[in-house]
């Protein structure tokens, strides 16, 4: 009889607490996590993980803390450049440390490659001008380029592709 009583009680809240967090998992914005790489914001240094949301018509810029402090607010029509790139780099830390341990393991792992994901914003906003580099995550920073060039009408730019000569 307990027994009984006790799983209808606990039916009756998982009922009322499942709805509940759904539906707050379903009103929160989603947000883009990216790492500072260098640019024209004041309150961050460069390797601090931030929140990146785009809204309908800006794209804000967040700690990544409990209070969310908001760092920048970026009106998408000032939007000047979007652009992004590649840093591909060898393992050779890993791979040297590995090929202490086993020789053939240590030899595969200096042929794997990494790569860091970068995108850069510039915008002028009146008198105001301002831009930012940011390394974004490999499984977002597509859907975030997406995401961008969406709301400010700009056609994102490869900076590997461009050639610079002296």
């Not at 009922?15 to 989603?30: E, G, N, S």
């Not at 402090?69 to 450049?81: D, G, K, P």
């Not at 890993?94 to 202490?100: D, E, P, T």
């Amino acid at each position: 009889m307990v027994i009984n009583r006790f799983f209808k009680l606990v039916a009756a809240l998982l009922c009322a607490t499942v709805p509940v967090t759904i539906y707050a998992a379903t009103d929160q914005q989603p947000s883009y996590k990216i790492i500072y790489d260098g640019g024209s914001l004041s309150d961050a240094k460069a390797g601090t993980d931030l929140k990146l949301y785009i809204d309908s018509d800006k794209i804000r810029i967040v700690k990544d803390n409990k209070a969310g402090t908001e760092v920048v607010s970026i009106s998408a029509a000032s939007v000047t450049e979007i652009s992004y790139g590649q840093d591909v780099h060898r393992r050779v830390g890993a791979a040297i440390g590995l090929a202490v341990v086993s020789l053939g393991i240590g030899a595969l792992m200096l042929l794997a490659k990494s790569k860091k994901h970068f995108i850069g914003i510039t915008w002028v906003d009146g008198e105001k001008k301002g831009g930012i580099a940011f390394q974004a995550d490999k499984s977002d920073y597509r859907g975030l380029l997406a995401g961008l060039e969406g709301i400010t009408g700009k056609k994102a730019v490869d900076s590997d592709a461009l050639n610079v000569k002296n």
